[in-house]
């Protein structure tokens, strides 16, 4: 039997989802996501320079950054800055927010600029990286939008939409889009990076509390591509 | 003649003002403050324990930290964590809400427990530091609220309400709650925090350009009582 | 046509690996790990106390670190400690390599110690996070059968053996550990972590230049489980 | 009644000033200036760039640094660069400071170059700010002196002198020039930078205790412009 | 012939030196020293505490601190702070200024209690380090002195004096005492520090330009004596 | 009468010495020292420029960094990244390498450019500075060979050999070569730095318990020029 969850789903629906573009009117490209009770504010700033290891080569770049605001959790986190480092979980996030990004681009469209978007989490109940990707790709695309509008650029660097979602197996149940309770118990969690077309960017699949078998793969694998 | 201002308000008109109580759902207390342009969103955290040196005295105290999200304001700035420290406009604005807020509170009746209120600034638009002690307060209360009516208190530490605005000299003439364009050409810029019954919590004016006079400063004060 | 690889190995061949155990004499337990040109010195560190969120539950944590010699590498990498913070790329990498040795660890039978595992590359050529976690298993376990026959635990708390691989996408075909010229230019690069008995402990797969099917990814799961 | 203070001073005498012009012989500019047992020791160092937003505009710039020595007080404060990181206190103590001399210089007569002037604190009894600030404006009137002696600019950059004081409100009386004892009780501590012709540069109030009135300022200031 | 030094010195002169004690008055001991041009102020603060591996044996412990003014040298340099992280320079300095401390000091008889010895450099013209340790000896003493008054220690810790002195090869020849023009320059630097018997406690030898003999050496060592 | 050591050795006698030059292979130089259970690997890296107060002289530099594998001693010893800053004791080493290596380098025909003389010990089990400089020498001086070889240099900038040992004082007698057990003990330590000609490079000898004699001294080095 598959039992509700205890936010009331079926195991294969995601969460409400809502994206407001245009949400940080000063940032070339923004994007605010909400999934449930989880909500980042994506911004895509654009800068005219690359890192030095691109610089006259006629090629673009795209990074990211992330962070959560100390009280986006139930107890508050202290700020990376007072620790005087950042933490691994956020780096870890940050990075593949970046490789997600860059995979749907085209460096040489792009022309030698940086675009950075930032993924500031204002609320956590799990799922902010998934959620940063998709809303971080909806700003990334706004703000290549306002060059191509300005005719800083002639064709279009990216080449199709990309979003990630959360699967899991909670209580020995394939689930999808989990939400902060679901994930602090969950025996398998994974998260996926998807392009428009169905093809994978990037799979990143733990074993929190006992390795799991190639057929747990494939489930959790046609869950996300459902979500 | 008094001409209008950039943004067609009158000297002595403050900008539209909102509060959003409870706009951050995990914290004890919160309120998202807008005021033109500018929006901070403001939380208080409870704490069951106090700094070193109130250990064992039974008494409270009341802290803020404050930051800006990178694409708060028109061009970017890269996260203090990447630069490695606070700056000091950081600290000197998060010093400042700190006194405000702990000037209206009695330590004594909030018991040996820390409240931290985190003052993120999402859109800038000058006056980010005095919306950030009205909505900090209206934060703080809401989360001693909790306290009471949870009964881990017995009376209410919170004097009376504070708020603070800014005022300056714009071209020669004193206006009330500048916004960014307003404040990076002013002559004078002062800060002004005051409790509801009127009397001055803090005061900080500096002749960005020239000196100024105690008349002037007369002036400003009536002004930001009116504000 | 499965054309020859740069370094003359077929596509689904490993490097030859050593493991020399005990090649840190001052450690509870040791390995010097060889895969190829690529050399980890792991030690195991047994410390008699637990981070404090486990302290009093009466059970263990198993912990990585990481870190490369500035010139494992062909060209010189700065210290971290001089660049002021540790880089993204290494948290991440302590952070795979301690969930892959936790997946596998019984917390109660350890009883209240941690072990740190540390992963020091002294060359690097590609794969030094797999290495790194195969070789950290071995000295992780030596330390364990040294409290095994100290008397200070009575049981096993290790499961099973844990190791990984890499497999990627390199012009088009499907390749087993990859040294770093490969691993440079591949399509796909994918890590993944498996248990003596098969079963999947971490993947993560990453798409460097083009999104990837389904059915790539089956296919390099296959050789990885060769592998 | 007007009581004796602590220091047998009336309410409106200062404390024993004396400035010792030339105190450090290395330095373009310095004073060693004395206030009862507060001593500050204040250079001004000349050098021939300027921060990178004013480059290549034919206009200098003047900033401020201030630190204690760790045994300047009572008790020992440790290190900042043993804690890591610069503390709050200092940020805006130095700000002021620097905002304090930028408004009396012509920054077009000083030409394309950055004087720096530190001010380090050899014993702190309370007003170490504001003896900073009157130091270090002789500090740098000195390597002024120096800069038209040579011929490196023709005309003064120095509109006026700029002084600084405290005051404040102790047992509900106003006093100024406060040393440490009345001034970690004081009800209202303010500074009060002011030039030589009586205008006001900055002027930062705090209730430390309780608020203060409008009639209370005026009574502040007018003992300010006494000191 | 033995030639005149640029001071006018002969080879085996020390430069005029003074002892000011007692000269940072909030300090439990305190010295100024000067050495011609060179001046340090040294405070030593006795702390009810020892590091952690010393705690319940019922000894003591003497550590010291060594920083420079920014501007105690002819060119200004940097604050640590500012830069993030100690010297090398300053941490080999204040280690061998300990250790020559710790040398005559009989850690029982001091009792578990730690003094700190500050050596803050206000003019550097070679040889700090050298009067550090002179200087950081008397304000032990006086430190030491005030707790055999006070009662809380009830015999002397200190065996003997301990002082310090630099010896160099200029030019082909030994001189004592080298001010910063002949330490720039010299083909051999070193410092040594002896007791008041004649013992040494430290000896620190480099050649800057090319080794030195063992002849060399003990004309060095008959200078040092001397001095 | 002369006692045995602890491992057996007589007090003139060395510890077994072993040098593996090559052992990193991506490195223009390098060697791995083992001096009984001590263990340093020990790189060059050939920079083609050189530190800013350099630029433009024709001149070269030799520089040199030092590390401890956390596990390189009986007990693990927290990464300098984790604590966030080097290690005094760190910054001393690679000071005194950096020095002794320069001693014996002529920077002119070298060039400009850097070489960085990495070493990151293994194991520690005492005199690990003292093989570092010696095993350090060796990777410098195959780096430069590799240069000359290449034809980028035309005469070798290397004078002679330098190598460095360790003598102490330990229960009254004078010893070489002194392992950790010997070293923690010991009332005099002495690091020693001789060219192959035997002139002196660097000395720095310490009391530890109580001062010495000069007599000691003579003793130490006749015992270090035997080693």
């Given at each position: 039997m598959v039992g509700m969850r205890t936010d009331g789903r079926k195991p294969d629906d995601l969460r409400p989802v809502t994206i407001e573009p245009g949400a940080a009117p000063f940032a070339e490209g923004s994007a605010l996501i909400t999934a449930g009770m989880t909500r980042v504010l994506c911004t895509a700033s654009v800068q005219e320079e690359v890192p030095p290891f691109l610089k006259g080569k006629g090629r673009g770049w795209v990074t990211a950054e992330y962070?959560?605001?100390?009280?986006?959790?139930?107890?508050?986190?202290?700020?990376e800055i007072t620790r005087g480092?950042?933490?691994?979980?956020?780096?870890?996030?940050?990075?593949?927010?970046g490789?997600?990004?860059?995979?749907?681009t085209d460096f040489a469209a792009l022309g030698e600029r940086t675009i950075i978007v930032d993924c500031d989490c204002l609320q956590?109940?799990?799922?902010?990286?998934?959620?940063?990707?998709?809303?971080?790709?909806?700003?990334?695309?706004?703000?290549i939008r306002g060059l191509l509008k300005a005719?800083?650029?002639?064709?279009?660097?990216?080449?199709?939409?990309?979003?990630?979602?959360?699967?899991?197996?909670?209580g020995g149940q394939a689930v999808l889009d989990l939400p902060y309770i679901e994930d602090s118990g969950a025996d398998v969690d994974m998260n996926i990076v998807m392009t428009a077309s169905g093809r994978l960017v990037?799979?990143?699949?733990?074993?929190?509390?006992?390795?799991?078998?190639?057929?747990?793969?494939?489930?959790?694998?046609?869950?996300?591509?459902?979500?």
């Open positions: 962070s959560m605001l100390p009280r986006a959790t139930s107890t508050r986190t202290p700020r480092r950042p933490e691994g979980r956020t780096q870890e996030i940050q990075r593949l927010i490789r997600a990004l860059r995979s749907v956590a109940d799990g799922g902010t990286r998934t959620a940063a990707i998709t809303g971080g790709w909806v700003a990334l695309a706004l703000a005719g800083a650029i002639t064709r279009d660097p990216l080449a199709e939409p990309v979003a990630a979602v959360s699967v899991g197996i909670v990037e799979i990143q699949g733990t074993a929190e509390r006992s390795p799991f078998s190639e057929t747990d793969l494939t489930a959790l694998l046609a869950l996300a591509r459902k979500g």
